[in-house]
């Protein structure tokens, strides 16, 4: 079964094309990873998909149905977004900021029902950010405000959540506080995830499925541990590296080449 | 959820800060306290006391004469023009996710002021006197204003409304029909330019119970419709793409906010003039009382705005009796330092 999919999708900013014709399928339940390098269109191709751009031409079929055909609220109540770095207005409580996920199912006389309580309990339960609710959105760490606003796309109760770089700024314990929190909602809450992550190590543990953006296409995707290698690296990234074995994960770890101190005489990679 | 109190009747359902309604109904005190008071001062004292019987018709016919014809409309004016411009600024400052946003600056009160001084220029004939009804003044204000709006807006237009190109053009615009209403008072009879002069100043002097009555509903209407539209521009608050993502019609509500906030300012310009820097200080203000949710934020906007425009207007005709200066003068007295000193901070940031 397929979360999304794109049909001869084409994406671009005035007349130049940054994707062309794609036609991707996000499998439904499994985390997915988009990586590729910079400006290689995995943030427009993510944005696209949660219609916060217009495609060139092409489509995008979101449970069977073209989301250009759908009303924009229905389509938020099955998908949510969190789109990089997003900035909170000042003084807006952590409860302030969450309960607007839920706004997809309010009206204008209905803002406050008791499922609207209910998502919003539960958004901020499995964020860990109940003690913080009442705290102001800018007082927060940079770590507990990425929380806040995965919270927020909780409160949206829907099955697949969009991520575009959800861990840029935050230091190696936060982003793993973040993955592994997401890790959760993917396993526990059987929520479809496809994030765009810069960190391939990361990546590569977290993900049930990668999919490598380059040339306005896909390279390749696929379990991380049958398509990461040296080949892939250089393809993408055009980095030379070495692939080894992650020692705790067992997952695909990548050591980039180029110039540093060298300690001791490189060995073979043992993989 | 200590500091809420959630609100269920069948289909309706609404999350309330207790703090915020808190503040609300001490600020409506505040403004009707203040409201009594300066309708009491002015070359006749009348206790507050009688000027409640008086407006409730228990007065002395002196007393009565003066609070029901003179005072009373003035102060009312004063509440609501303050209060529609505080709104105007609230809405802008929350769209363009910037707090230096005021229809000063979009060009919606210089708007006003050109359609004004035109409408004294070309309905003067040679001996100057007016053509036609003074009466007619407010329209060919509230005209302008919107007008101004509408063009800040048609000009910003490229596939959609990008809030920062909407404060540049709105910026250029002002700069334009500035110059464009100092070329009239200029060119046209000299005795007009100084009635100009106060109006762009901005003055709730020689309101009579007519112009409440004209522009209380309207107001009413705007704020309503904006109150069902609050949870929309506290969504927008948090960027475009997280507006869209979740369901929001963004085109769609910019078009009735700026809508509803052109309507407030022009509806207050119309009959107080360019009274400055409301639409920028109250609803700062506001913010630092109860936060930034929207549906708290417009009544306590309201409430600082009125209180700002009576004060000011109860100093400029006390303070330099029998001289009266406009309101205008000292809301923009307190607002530039303030306007300064929000540049500032933000340049701290």
Request: glycine share 10%.
């Amino acid at each position: 079964m397929y979360a999304l999919q794109t049909e001869d999708l084409t994406l671009g900013y005035g007349e130049h094309t940054v994707i062309d014709e794609l036609n991707l399928l996000i499998p439904k339940g499994d985390m997915s990873v988009l990586i590729g390098g910079n400006g290689c269109g995995k943030s427009t191709l993510l944005r696209s998909l949660a219609r916060l751009q217009k495609p060139h031409s092409g489509g995008i079929v979101l449970d069977g149905e073209a989301i250009s055909n759908k009303p924009t609220k229905e389509i938020a109540r099955k998908m949510a977004i969190l789109p990089q770095s997003p900035v909170a207005p000042e003084g807006l409580t952590v409860l302030q900021l969450v309960k607007q996920g839920r706004y997809p199912y309010q009206t204008w006389l209905s803002q406050w029902s008791e499922a609207d309580e209910k998502a919003v309990q539960y958004a901020l339960q499995a964020t860990h950010m109940e003690e913080f609710a009442e705290r102001n959105v800018d007082s927060l760490s940079g770590g507990q405000r990425q929380r806040a606003w995965i919270a927020l796309t909780l409160a949206q109760d829907t099955d697949i959540i969009l991520l575009d770089e959800p861990t840029t700024y935050l230091d190696l314990a936060h982003q793993v506080e973040i993955l592994d929190l997401l890790f959760e909602l993917n396993k526990e809450g059987n929520r479809t995830i496809l994030m765009v992550l810069h960190d391939l190590n990361l990546a590569c543990r977290y993900a049930d499925h990668i999919i490598a953006v380059k040339d306005k296409g896909i390279y390749d995707q696929g379990k991380p541990e049958d398509i990461v290698n040296e080949e892939l690296v250089y393809q993408v990234f055009g980095l030379q590296s070495d692939i080894i074995k992650d020692p705790i994960f067992g997952t695909p770890l990548c050591v980039p080449h180029g110039k540093g101190r060298m300690v001791h005489a490189r060995e073979p990679a043992d993989v | 959820m200590t500091k809420y109190t959630s609100f269920r009747m069948k289909t309706l359902s609404f999350l309330l800060d207790r703090r915020a309604i808190l503040i609300i109904v001490s600020l409506i005190g505040a403004v009707i306290l203040t409201a009594l008071i300066s309708i009491g001062i002015g070359e006749i004292f009348i206790k507050p006391d009688a000027v409640v019987k008086a407006l409730f018709g228990y007065g002395t016919d002196m007393n009565e004469l003066v609070v029901k014809q003179f005072r009373f409309p003035r102060i009312a004016m004063a509440i609501l023009a303050g209060g529609a411009l505080a709104v105007s600024g609230a809405i802008l400052q929350g769209m363009i996710r910037n707090p230096l946003a005021s229809p000063d600056i979009l060009g919606i009160t210089w708007g006003g002021a050109l359609a004004t001084i035109g409408f004294l220029t070309v309905f003067s004939d040679k001996a100057n006197a007016l053509t036609v009804s003074i009466q007619w003044q407010p329209l060919a204000s509230f005209i302008g204003a919107v007008l101004a709006g509408f063009l800040v807006f048609i000009l910003s237009w490229k596939n959609g409304i990008s809030p920062i190109r909407l404060v540049l053009i709105g910026i250029g615009l002002t700069a334009v029909l500035q110059a464009l209403t100092t070329l009239l008072m200029i060119i046209g009879p000299i005795y007009r330019a100084s009635d100009a002069n106060i109006w762009i100043t901005g003055s709730v002097h020689g309101t009579n119970g007519q112009d409440v009555l004209t522009l209380l509903p309207w107001v009413v209407v705007l704020l309503i419709l904006l109150m069902v539209y609050s949870r929309r521009v506290n969504l927008q608050e948090l960027g475009d793409d997280v507006a869209k993502g979740a369901g929001a019609m963004l085109l769609r509500d910019r078009i009735t906010l700026l809508f509803i906030s052109t309507g407030l300012a022009g509806g207050a310009v119309a009959f107080a003039g360019g009274v400055g820097f409301v639409g920028l200080m109250a609803p700062h203000i506001a913010r630092k009382l109860v936060g930034s949710s929207f549906g708290v934020l417009v009544p306590v906007s309201a409430l600082v705005g009125s209180m700002l425009v009576m004060i000011a207007d109860l100093i400029g005709r006390t303070l330099f009796s029998p001289l009266e200066v406009p309101a205008g003068v000292f809301t923009a007295a307190i607002g530039a330092p303030y306007f300064i000193y929000l540049l500032y901070r933000s340049r701290n940031k």
